[in-house]
Antibody
Framework: EVQLVESGGGLVQPGGSLRLSCAAS????????MHWVRQVPGKGLVWVSR????????TYADSVKGRFTISRDNAKNTLYLQMNSLRAEDTAVYYC??????????WGRGTLVTVSS | QTVVTQEPSFSVSPGGTVTLTCGLS?????????PSWYHQTPGQAPRTLIY???TRSSGVPDRFSGSILGNKAALTITGAQADDESDYYC??????????FGGGTKLTVL
């Protein structure tokens, strides 16, 4: 069974940093692209970032480009999202998801990031 | 910037059939956008229904089907049930490693 478990969320001040993790199990992590998606409570889903299976290529939504960095450790079956220069509008639940044929086939339960002073 | 469009809300009777759509503010959706569909109930993570236009995710009943209808991607639900209520999202692959979600459709079964 595919399992994705996010962690690392919490309260951070504007301008601060946070690193999210996503522990993967139940599939061969090193062979799948992975994504981060976020959702402001009560609002819609927003795609954030994607990384290729071997980590060789990353892409980002314009809203986070230059501030967020997606990475992975295939030996540890873990996906990361380093978030710097955080803003109030980055407050959201962050989900990791496994890519299958350009769709987000499996999701974690999410971790809440709150940016507030 | 291209916007992915979805109906804000839709209503269906129990046992009925409903088709939700996913379009573009400019242009037509084709299979090359690899449309996928998700259902989300309050407080829960999204559940994948359909990916790559018409492939059902594991465990999804065949009441759910995906297609291209005209210039949009479509999700058809047949035999609607009470637990089909809540929010449905589509996402399109825009190329160059970029995905864009639609704003979501709130489905009511009554």
């Amino acid at each position: 069974e595919v399992q994705l478990v996010e962690s690392g969320g919490g309260l951070v001040q504007p301008g601060g940093s946070l690193r999210l993790s996503c522990a993967a199990s139940g599939f061969t992590f090193s062979t799948y692209w992975m994504h981060w998606v976020r959702q402001v409570p009560g609002k819609g889903l927003v795609w954030v970032s994607r990384i290729r299976a071997d980590g060789s290529s990353t892409t980002y939504a314009d809203s986070v480009k230059g501030r967020f960095t997606i990475s992975r450790d295939n030996a540890k079956n873990t996906l990361y999202l380093q978030m710097n220069s955080l803003r109030a509008e980055d407050t959201a639940v962050y989900y990791c998801a496994r890519d299958v044929q350009y769709g987000l086939a499996d999701w974690g339960r999410g971790t809440l990031v709150t940016v507030s002073s | 910037q291209t916007v992915v469009t979805q109906e804000p809300s839709f209503s269906v009777s129990p046992g009925g059939t409903v088709t939700l759509t996913c379009g573009l503010s400019s242009g037509s959706v084709a299979t090359t956008y690899y449309p996928s569909w998700y259902h989300q109930t309050p407080g829960q993570a999204p559940r994948t229904l359909i990916y790559n236009t018409n492939t059902r995710s594991s465990g999804v009943p065949d009441r759910f089907s995906g297609s291209i209808l005209g210039n949009k991607a479509a999700l058809t639900i047949t035999g609607a049930q009470a637990d089909d209520e809540s929010d449905y999202y589509c996402v399109l692959y825009m190329g160059s490693g970029i995905w864009v979600f639609g704003g979501g459709t709130k489905l009511t079964v009554l």
